[in-house]
């Protein structure tokens, strides 16, 4: 069977940001890939990208090249540097085909890190050239889809922003897990899940460093890719339901990418708890203290618009999946990142705790849903 990939990933390359694309304004300001002690970088706002050591440390596979050359942490990948920067998409067809991946809905890699840049408008002038770069590599390809990004700190523009990767062909918005040191259910971003309605496209929220808060608790990159890395993931799912977004706007469609399924129970559990008892003590004395959301969280679950990404080692996908249902666990690959599972698609279909409508639902029928491929 071939299967939807529903989050494989792009390294951006200094055609991302070419003339074609990115704004005049900001061309004097455009991201440059560096070298420094053999290791390579993106100069941006004259900060490099990624920061592996340090306060508010993070870690991307990207850029994967300097001056012709493979950048050292590309080394061993079996992803080519045009496969990876989709220079070369027969190159990046053909692992496709390898893994048994019918279809790839990419991911970026350089937006999984906030913030970019504290100037917002160069931020949003990023966004676009992506989106417009990828909107030009692979306008109405079959196999490989791709993700918008949005600069939250310019909501109008996002919004904009939207509309614009509608129509450029993109299959989802992705979002991180907080808008910086904002919840996802702040009120100025309404206006993006409304467009994002009207034009019915999902909001991806995917794993990053979202939150500078979090983020600069840390100095070391291992609890960074654990903690600050994953957890606004989980953030992001408490504030859209606990926020109430989901009642002002239910039809928005939902997926949370690369924090595993695990978290799942937990979270719902968690929420449960606090929103049978909160009305019962607390918010009698002090009713603003009332929970926001009118629903149990399992009634939006049930609504069938959320998603959930696994990882194959998920050893309670089947409990994830009696809870929340079949129909709403998808599965990415992470290609090209560094620490993915080839041949993800066959280790599922060898788990002998999941039942063959699970498989295929995960592998094809979810995704084809989320993504209205």
Request: contains cysteine; glycine residues 6%.
């Amino acid at each position: 069977m071939r299967y939807v990939d529903a989050d494989g990933h792009v390294e951006e390359s200094p055609a991302t940001f070419d003339d074609k694309y990115l704004d005049p304004a900001f061309r004097a300001q455009r991201p440059r890939v560096v070298g420094v002690d053999g290791m390579v970088y993106w100069d941006i706002d004259e900060q490099l990208f990624p920061r592996r050591v340090g306060r508010g440390c993070n870690n991307l596979g990207t850029p994967t090249s300097y001056e012709g050359k493979p950048a050292i942490h590309t080394a061993g990948k079996p992803e080519s540097i045009g496969c990876m920067e989709l220079t070369d998409l027969k190159a990046r067809l053909q692992i496709m085909d390898e893994e048994e991946i019918g279809i790839q809905v990419l991911y970026p890699t350089l937006f999984l890190a906030y913030p970019l840049s504290s100037n917002a408008a160069f931020v949003t002038a990023l966004c676009s050239s992506y989106n417009r770069w990828l909107g030009d590599s692979l306008s109405a390809h079959e196999r490989l889809k791709w993700a918008a990004v949005v600069n939250l700190d310019d909501v109008k523009a996002a919004a904009h922003e939207v509309r614009e990767a509608k129509r450029l062909g993109a299959a989802a918005v992705m979002v991180l897990g907080t808008a910086g040191d904002r919840q996802l259910d702040d009120r100025q971003l309404f206006p993006l899940y409304e467009t994002l309605c009207e034009v019915e496209l999902p909001v991806a929220i995917h794993v990053g460093w979202a939150c500078p808060s979090i983020n600069n608790l840390y100095d070391h990159i291992y609890p960074s890719g654990v903690v600050a890395f994953h957890f606004p993931v989980l953030m992001g799912f408490a504030a859209l339901i606990s926020g109430g977004v989901l009642d002002r706007f239910p039809k928005l469609r939902a997926v949370f990418l690369e924090a595993g399924s695990m978290w799942v129970p937990y979270m719902i559990d968690r929420l449960n708890h606090r929103f049978q008892n909160q009305g019962k003590t607390l918010a009698k004395f002090l009713p603003q203290t009332k929970p926001l959301q009118a629903q149990p969280v399992m009634e939006y679950v049930k609504r069938r618009n959320l998603f959930f990404s696994a990882e194959l080692e998920d050893y309670i996908l089947p409990q994830v999946m009696e809870l929340v249902g079949e129909t709403q666990i998808v599965m990415g690959t992470d290609m090209p990142h560094g620490d993915r599972e080839r041949f993800a698609a066959r280790h599922l279909q060898e788990r002998n705790d999941l039942s063959a409508s699970a498989k295929t639902n995960i592998l094809e029928h979810n995704p084809s849903r989320l993504y209205g491929l």
